[in-house]
Nanobody
Framework: QVPLVESGGDLVQPGGSLRLSCDTSGLHFTATVMAWYRQTPGKQRMFVARISNSAITYADSVKGRFTISRDRAKSTLYLQMNSLKPEDTAVYYC??????????WGQGTQVTVSS
């Protein structure tokens, strides 16, 4: 079973909203920290948002527009994206960091913001 499966990416107009989901039911442990990253062609994967038991952190570029949340009962991580801009266009990845081991990544979901 694939550990992380993203969904919810779509084509949306500027100013619109999308909610991304990451199914974490494939993990064999309870992740304390989870995050969203995004990547555009030819560029480095960039941090978007992170959630832990004690804190939520956002990149400056999405602060006030995006909201990260998790539903432990549904084993799902979410990213609510509002007031979308063309520069938000990217492949969005779900991430689970692991101390002393490689991070776990999903396969990504494409978000395109265009009129």
């Amino acid at each position: 079973q694939v550990p992380l499966v993203e969904s919810g990416g779509d084509l949306v107009q500027p100013g619109g909203s999308l909610r991304l989901s990451c199914d974490t039911s494939g993990l064999h442990f309870t992740a304390t920290v989870m995050a969203w990253y995004r990547q555009t062609p030819g560029k480095q994967r960039m941090f978007v948002a992170r959630i832990s038991n004690s804190a939520i952190t956002y990149a400056d570029s999405v602060k006030g527009r995006f909201t990260i949340s998790r539903d432990r009962a549904k084993s799902t991580l979410y990213l609510q994206m509002n007031s979308l801009k063309p520069e938000d266009t990217a492949v969005y990845y779900c991430n689970v960091p692991r101390l002393g081991m490689p991070d776990i990544w999903g396969q990504g979901t494409q978000v395109t913001v265009s009129s």
